[in-house]
């Protein structure tokens, strides 16, 4: 079954509020919606991959997926919940970001992602099927719908092959479509 983006900026705010006492889980919330990268590329940086990182300087990655090369430019709010969260932590540089509770360093797996985006999605009473691709969605969503991204920028920033898989990951609403009819030529 397809995810689905998290459409309603209340709703992303919501969020960020019930985790402001899991620093943890804000940043992986905040960077899964601010970045445009698959949680799998998010669970495998490691601490010393961000640590000094300031706003607006890049990273680059190799993708998980598709092996490609990526950038991650890292924003105020992902610098914010970083902040807050390595304030946390007393970590080694290759001590993986988003550790899991199993092991001595082992990242969270794709899995436990899913099973955080559904406990916070129901914690808000937000219905409609949401998992860890529901971050990406949401990034896609907004810089389309919220700042007026063309599909062609969003298809090169998710490293899409092709416009179809894009267009999956646009969240186009019906009421959209109904709206354009209403426009006079």
């Known amino acids: 079954m397809k995810v689905e983006?998290?459409?309603?900026?209340?709703s992303v705010k919501s969020i960020k509020k019930i985790l402001s006492d899991s620093p943890r889980d804000k940043l992986l919330f905040v960077m899964g919606v601010n970045s445009g990268l698959r949680v799998q590329d998010?669970?495998?940086?490691?601490?010393g991959d961000?640590?000094?990182?300031?706003?607006?300087?890049?990273?680059?990655l190799r993708e998980k997926k598709t092996g490609k090369e990526n950038v991650f430019i890292l924003n105020?709010?992902?610098i914010s919940a970083l902040d807050a969260y390595l304030a946390t932590v007393k970590d080694d540089d290759d001590h993986f970001l988003f550790k899991s509770?199993?092991?001595r360093n082992y990242p969270l797996t794709t899995y436990a992602v899913t099973k955080y985006?559904?406990?916070w999605a129901e914690a808000i009473n937000l219905k409609g099927n949401y998992g860890a691709h529901s971050l990406r969605k949401t990034w896609t969503y907004h810089q389309r719908k919220t700042f007026g991204v063309s599909w062609e920028v969003l298809a090169k920033r998710l490293n899409h092959s092709s416009p179809s898989i894009t267009r999956r990951y646009l969240?186009?609403?019906?009421?959209?479509?109904?709206?354009?009819?209403?426009?006079t030529i």
């Not at 983006?5 to 209340?10: H, T």
């Not at 961000?50 to 680059?60: F, H, L, S, Y």
């Not at 969240?171 to 426009?183: A, F, P």
């Open 171 to 183: 969240g186009v609403q019906e009421e959209e479509v109904e709206e354009i009819l209403m426009n």
């Open 101 to 103: 509770r199993k092991g």
């Open 5 to 10: 983006p998290i459409i309603d900026l209340k």
């Open 50 to 60: 961000v640590k000094d990182v300031k706003i607006g300087e890049r990273i680059t």
């Open 76 to 78: 105020k709010e992902i």
């Open 42 to 47: 998010l669970l495998a940086l490691k601490v």
């Open 117 to 119: 985006v559904k406990k």
